[in-house]
């Protein structure tokens, strides 16, 4: 009689595509947004639960209506859910004081929009020290860590230009120089290149998935754009306030930077040729 083979040990539990296995950073759990009541009531978000791990790049897609802008802002702490449960790091964010959730916004995100929000009264230093100002960082200290990223985004020579002397790609790279002044765990991106050409597009796209990379900052873009989105790792699209779809991202195809870029040798979309094309924009 043949003898039974040895017990093993059980198998872990799968995880959904696309749904980091370990050290989530940001969860949701049966998240609602709802706008208005009785008939007139619009459910934005209804019921949705995510996770997003430390390091990953999540691009959130959908329609216009779908959703995928109040995700981001009940994730970046900007708004409350009208149900469900939103926690950083494991915690539920409920469980914190006001003034304790915008000091843990200010501290740990990052924000880069397609409007710029740029004030055009400052300097580019100006602009970029102002979480610095309002975390209440000493004034030698803003500048300096303020220069510090300008330089990294090789817009130093810029820093005491009017905010309306620069052109698009300089504005957005102005405001991601903004968000990583603070040294963010996050960086959220809504529409982070909507407003600008496909060139200079490239070349934002390769800072923040430089960052992501090799720096280990947590991506969420919020984006139509599908060649946007496809630089990403994971992909999580948004339907009437659910998630239909959440799988990781195929790996781009050899010799092509991912987005459909040409790519260079260090596989990355030509940046130098673009930033001196936005100095006679």
């Known amino acids: ?19 980091p296995a370990a050290d989530p950073i940001l969860e949701t759990e ?39 802008s109040t995700l981001m802002h009940l994730l970046a702490l900007l708004d409350r859910p009208s149900h469900g449960v939103v926690a950083m790091d494991g915690r539920p964010v409920s469980e914190l004081k006001a003034k304790a959730v915008a000091q843990l916004r200010n501290e740990t995100f990052g ?22 100002k309002i975390a209440g960082v000493p004034r030698s200290e803003r500048r ?64 923040l998935f430089g960052l992501n990379r090799d720096e280990g900052i947590t991506l969420v873009v919020v984006t139509h754009d599908e060649d946007l989105a496809a630089r990403c790792g994971r992909r999580v699209e948004l339907q009437d306030g659910q998630i239909v779809s959440d799988a990781p991202v195929a790996a781009p195809a050899a010799g092509a930077a991912p987005g459909g870029h040409m790519a260079t040798a260090d596989g990355t979309a ?7 094309k936005e100095e006679d924009r």
Not at 163 to 185: F, H, M
């Open 1 to 19: 009689m043949a003898t039974a083979a040895p017990p093993t040990d059980p198998a872990p539990p799968e995880t959904p595509a696309g749904r």
């Open 30 to 68: 049966n998240l609602v947004k709802s706008y208005g009541q009785g008939e007139a009531r619009f459910d934005a978000l209804r019921g949705l639960t995510l996770q997003i791990g430390r390091g990953e790049s999540v691009a959130i897609v959908g329609k216009s209506g779908s959703g995928k």
């Open 111 to 132: 924000f880069v929009f397609q409007q710029f929000f740029l004030n055009p009264a400052q300097t580019v230093l100006e602009n970029v020290v102002l979480p610095l």
């Open 144 to 207: 300096r860590r303020g220069m510090e990223v300008l330089e990294r985004l090789e817009l130093a020579e810029k820093a005491d230009n009017r905010a309306t002397d620069l052109s698009g790609g300089q504005k957005q790279r102005v405001c991601i120089a903004r968000a990583l002044v603070n040294n963010p765990t996050v960086l959220f991106a809504d529409e982070p290149t909507g407003n600008l050409d496909t060139a200079t597009s490239a070349v934002v796209e390769d800072i």
């Open 270 to 276: 030509s940046r130098a040729a673009v930033v001196g």
